[in-house]
Structures are given as structure tokens and as C-alpha cells.
């Protein structure tokens, strides 16, 4: 999780504990290698929750529609800093 929040807060420095319940959520859903499940799946018993694809201008409300489009954005830079940081452990 603290990766998670350090790829973020590189950027987003101001606004981390905002994106706090995605940070949750990534941990939650993550594939655990000593467990050989999330801890989601060992604490409900059932397979993770899916997240589905934003499609920009598919909310009739405007507001709504910004959030998922920033969070859209987020996701997908948190997934390209993650990919980073796990090359630079990897070398």
C-alpha cells in the first residue's frame, strides 16, 4: 500500500488521502503470493469484485461523469507508476 500511495503522491501530492479508499481497494484485490489469494477472497470467500470499464458520457449527470473520467485517469497512471517501480525492483 505504501507504494501504492508513493506512485500517487509523486504527482498528486496535495490530494493523496482523497484516493485513500482506491489504495484500500488496490490492497484488497491484490494477488498475495504467500496466501495464493487477495485478502478479499480469504475474508468473504468469493471471487474479487470486477471494476468496470469507464466509457466517457455514459453518466446523464456531468458531475458524476468528471469523478469516473479523474478516477479513469488516476487508475491509469497508478498502473503505469506501479509498472515502473516493479521494473526498478526487478533490475
Not at 484488497?28 to 466509457?55: C, D, F, H, R, W
Request: aromatic share 14%.
Amino acid at each position: 500500500m505504501e507504494t501504492y500511495l508513493r506512485c500517487f503522491a509523486s504527482e498528486k501530492q496535495h490530494q493523496w488521502a482523497h484516493w485513500l479508499p482506491l489504495a484500500e481497494w488496490w490492497y484488497n484485490t491484490t494477488y498475495n503470493e504467500a496466501t495464493k489469494m487477495a485478502p478479499y477472497e480469504a475474508i468473504y470467500g468469493q471471487q474479487l469484485p470486477s471494476v468496470i470499464t469507464y466509457l466517457p458520457g455514459t453518466s446523464r449527470v456531468q458531475a458524476k461523469d468528471s469523478l469516473l473520467q479523474s478516477h479513469y485517469i488516476i487508475l491509469a497512471t497508478l498502473k503505469d507508476n506501479l509498472a515502473m517501480a516493479q521494473n526498478c525492483m526487478k533490475q
